[in-house]
């Protein structure tokens, strides 16, 4: 669960990013985040991660409460987090496979663990064909996809998708977001997606949180197109 009471930030600047947020995302939802550039999406996102902490209020991810968490719980605080970055931040040295495996490396999981996990995540996001594959030699929607692999193989308990499909083109952008929606459907992960294609929110519907100027504008549930 993600929980925001009362959350204000400010920048050393001075600047006000975000005023006074009070928000709630249960376990299991689906929810798409989206505002114009300079809106308090990024700050958002960086108070999740534990990147900056809030100035004024309570923030609460997965359990853990980020206004007093101790630097040392930071670490595992981010495993039970998988992000999905624009520009995909793959190692351009290491193959499909060893891309995705990394994330459970860097965790100390046990051999066997990785070798029965990282077959099956890559299989999930279509890629098994793939896994000796280096990212140079992937399409655009390809490495994403290895991206979301990567975010998924530690079994998070919550994906943030940060403008997932800004470097893909439109079919592979709405084959990353269906993708996403299978993952929630299925494992019942929780999901928060950047986004500024209004497009792909319209298409897919569900729940809609507009931040406009460091607050919330909007947040209600709304039809998508792929339901008629």
């Given at each position: ?9 400010t ?60 630097k ?13 970055f624009q ?61 979301l ?14 403008e ?33 294609q ?27 197109a792929?339901?008629?």
């Amino acid at each position: 669960m993600v929980e925001f009471r009362n959350v204000s930030y400010t920048y050393p600047t001075g600047q006000h990013a975000l005023n006074h947020i009070n928000l709630k995302i249960d376990d299991g939802e689906f929810a798409f985040i989206v505002g114009a550039n300079g809106a308090g999406k990024s700050t958002l996102i960086k108070l999740i991660l534990r990147e900056l902490t809030a100035t004024e209020g309570e923030v609460t991810v997965n359990g853990f409460n980020l206004s007093k968490m101790k630097k040392r719980m930071i670490p595992k605080l981010r495993r039970t987090i998988g992000v999905v970055f624009q520009d995909f931040r793959l190692i351009p040295t290491m193959n499909v496979y060893d891309n995705v495996a990394f994330a459970l490396r860097v965790t100390d999981a046990p051999t066997k663990y990785l070798r029965s996990r990282v077959p099956y995540v890559i299989g999930l996001v279509g890629l098994t064909q793939k896994a000796k594959s280096y990212p140079n030699d992937l399409s655009g929607g390809e490495q994403q996809r290895v991206a979301l692999a990567r975010a998924l193989v530690a079994d998070p308990d919550l994906i943030i998708a940060d403008e997932p499909t800004g470097n893909v083109d439109p079919a592979r952008s709405f084959e990353i977001v269906d993708l996403l929606k299978s993952i929630n459907d299925t494992a019942g992960t929780t999901v928060m997606m950047v986004t500024h294609q209004h497009d792909l929110v319209k298409y897919f519907g569900g729940r809609i949180i507009n931040i406009n100027s460091g607050t919330i504008a909007f947040d209600e549930v709304i039809g998508g197109a792929d339901e008629t």
